[in-house]
């Protein structure tokens, strides 16, 4: 499935600041966040920039991003809960800011308390395990 570009960008900021909240990036999610923007079809050198200057750039803002399509939706928390708990640890802040981003697009605490434990007991699978918006774009 080809996706259009503002659907790909939103996709991959909404992301980013996931990325952001901890203050802290890890060289495993900066590999997952390459392979990603990889995926969406964004350059390298572009996403190895982009998270570079993550921190310290005040254009990626914690504004939630709403997704119109269900499916990108379920996609994106799934692979929200993938990028936070690479680096093995899931902050408060990344916690909270998925639940502010699931209530933004429509959906409840509950659901996404189900996702994160369906996230945490599929963690084993380790980066090889392909991620949802793999997937979709493949269908």
């Known amino acids: 499935m080809n996706l259009p570009l503002i659907v790909?960008?939103?996709y991959y900021k909404a992301l980013l600041?996931?990325?952001?909240?901890?203050r802290v990036i890890h060289t495993r999610e900066r590999e997952l966040m390459i392979?990603?923007?990889e995926m969406l079809d964004f350059d390298r050198r572009f996403c190895e920039a982009t998270i570079n200057d993550l921190l310290s750039n005040v254009h990626i803002t914690r504004t939630p991003v709403i997704f119109?399509?269900?499916?990108?939706?379920?996609?994106?928390?799934?692979?929200?809960?993938r990028v936070?708990?690479?680096?093995?640890?899931?902050?408060?802040?990344?916690l909270s800011w998925l639940r502010r981003?699931?209530?933004a697009n429509g959906r409840s605490d509950r659901w996404l308390d189900i996702i994160?434990?369906?996230?945490?007991?599929?963690q084993?699978?380790?980066?090889c395990a392909p991620l949802q918006i793999q997937n979709r774009l493949q269908n």
């Not at 600041?17 to 901890?22: E, I, S, T, Y």
């Open 8 to 10: 790909r960008s939103d």
């Open 17 to 22: 600041v996931l990325l952001k909240r901890d």
């Open 35 to 37: 392979r990603i923007g």
């Open 68 to 81: 119109a399509d269900e499916n990108i939706k379920d996609c994106f928390f799934r692979d929200a809960l």
């Open 84 to 94: 936070a708990l690479v680096d093995g640890e899931f902050h408060p802040r990344e």
């Open 101 to 103: 981003m699931a209530r």
């Open 116 to 122: 994160i434990e369906e996230s945490l007991k599929n």
């Open 124 to 127: 084993n699978e380790g980066d």
